[in-house]
Structures are given as structure tokens and as C-alpha cells.
Antibody, heavy 121, light 107 residues
Framework: EVQLLESGGGLVQPGGSLRLSCAAS????????MNWVRQAPGKGLEWIST????????YYADSVTGRFTISRDNSKNMVYLQMNSLRADDTAVYYCAKDKVSYSSDYFDFWGQGILVTVSS | EIVLTQSPATLSLSPGERATLSCRASQSVSSSLAWYQHKPGQAPRLLIWDASNRATGIPPRFSGSGSGTDFTLTISSLEPEDFAVYYC?????????FGQGTKLEIK
């Protein structure tokens, strides 16, 4: 059974940093690109970052480029999102999501339950 | 950048009724479009991929159609558990775009 479990969320002040983690199990982790998607309060889903299966390719939405860094550890089946220079509009539930097809896919077939990040003073 | 526009924003129906949700792309996306269901406090769930393929475990009352710029998600007979927000989504290069969502609520 595929499982994705996010952790590391919480309350942080504007300008601060936070690192989210996603623990994956139930599939061949090293063969799949992984993603982060967020949902701000009252808003829709927003893709923010993808990392390729091997970790060499990283991609970001314009809204987080230069502030967020995605990484992975295939030996631990973990994916991370380092968030720096956080702003109030980064407040959201952050979801970890798995690509549907190994190595590259257009869709996400499994998602975690999400973790709340609140940026406020 | 391809924009996905969903309509209506809110759809009020009763259990047993048929639901028709629309997603329009600002330019052709061929058949590369997915639909997701999202309930409060839960993980989003993939329903349909490549416009018309049901994901694993999705009941047959859910169906997708369309190609090019116009897509439809149909729920043939609404069950109480189907009331949720639905999003369409597609990928272009390494960028993923979601529609703004349609909230399906109980009438």
C-alpha cells in the first residue's frame, strides 16, 4: 500500500524558514518523480515543485523560485522541501504527491494527507 | 502558459442526480488532462487521467470525456460521498497547472 506522510509543518514568522519532510513507502521510491502541491486557505490546488526520480532535476513554480528547494534521499525514501524567506501568502496545507508513472508522468496518483504551514507574526 | 478554466464554480445537486463539470483549456492540450476529487481534511484523489481513463478503484459512475480544449467530468448518479471539490489538471513541460475547482454541494 502506497503511503506518503508529511511532517515538519507549523507556525513560523515572516522571513523565517521551515523544512518539510515526506516519508514514502509501498512503492519503488527511487523510480518516481515526487512533487509538492499546496492549498492556501479558501483557495485551490497549486503545484509548487517537482524532483526527478534520481534527484538531478528540480523544478519550481514562479511563486517559490529562489526561496524553496526540493531534495530527496532515495536511501531513506524521503523527499524534502526547504522553505526560506517565508511570506504570509505561503500559508497553506502542503501535500506530497507521487507521480503516476515511473520516471516521468503527467499526473499524481497518490497524495499525502497534508501538513499545515502558517506564516504569521 | 496554459490556463484551465472550470465551470460552474459551484454546482448544487441532489443525490441520485447527474453531475456535469466542465474544464476548458486556453489552448489545445490534446488528451493530457486529469480530474481529481478533494474533500476537506483529506488527500486529493486521482479520478480520471488522459481525459477518459478511470484511475484504479474509481467507480464507473465517474467518467471523463473531451480532447483539445474542452473536457467534461460526468458523475452519472450522485452518491452522498461524491460531494466535494473537483479539479482538472494538466502538465506542460515541467509545469503543472490546476483549474480553480468546482464545488459540488448538496442541494
Amino acid at each position: 500500500e502506497v503511503q506518503l506522510l508529511e511532517s515538519g509543518g507549523g507556525l513560523v514568522q515572516p522571513g523565517g524558514s521551515l523544512r518539510l519532510s515526506c516519508a514514502a513507502s509501498g512503492f519503488s521510491f527511487s523510480r518516481y518523480s515526487m512533487n509538492w502541491v499546496r492549498q492556501a486557505p479558501g483557495k485551490g490546488l497549486e503545484w509548487i515543485s517537482t524532483i526527478s526520480a534520481g534527484g538531478t532535476g528540480t523544478y519550481y513554480a514562479d511563486s517559490v523560485t529562489g526561496r524553496f528547494t526540493i531534495s530527496r534521499d532515495n536511501s531513506k525514501n524521503m523527499v524534502y522541501l526547504q522553505m526560506n524567506s517565508l511570506r504570509a501568502d505561503d500559508t497553506a496545507v502542503y501535500y506530497c504527491a507521487k507521480d503516476k508513472v515511473s520516471y516521468s508522468s503527467d499526473y499524481f496518483d497518490f497524495w499525502g494527507q497534508g501538513i499545515l504551514v502558517t506564516v504569521s507574526s | 502558459e496554459i490556463v484551465l478554466t472550470q465551470s460552474p464554480a459551484t454546482l448544487s445537486l441532489s443525490p441520485g442526480e447527474r453531475a456535469t463539470l466542465s474544464c476548458r483549456a486556453s489552448q489545445s492540450v490534446s488528451s493530457s488532462l486529469a480530474w481529481y476529487q478533494h474533500k476537506p481534511g483529506q488527500a486529493p484523489r486521482l479520478l480520471i487521467w488522459d481525459a477518459s481513463n478511470r484511475a484504479t478503484g474509481i467507480p464507473p459512475r465517474f467518467s471523463g470525456s473531451g480532447s483539445g480544449t474542452d473536457f467534461t467530468l460526468t458523475i452519472s448518479s450522485l452518491e452522498p460521498e461524491d460531494f466535494a471539490v473537483y479539479y482538472c489538471q494538466r502538465r506542460h513541460d515541467w509545469m503543472y497547472t490546476f483549474g480553480q475547482g468546482t464545488k459540488l454541494e448538496i442541494k
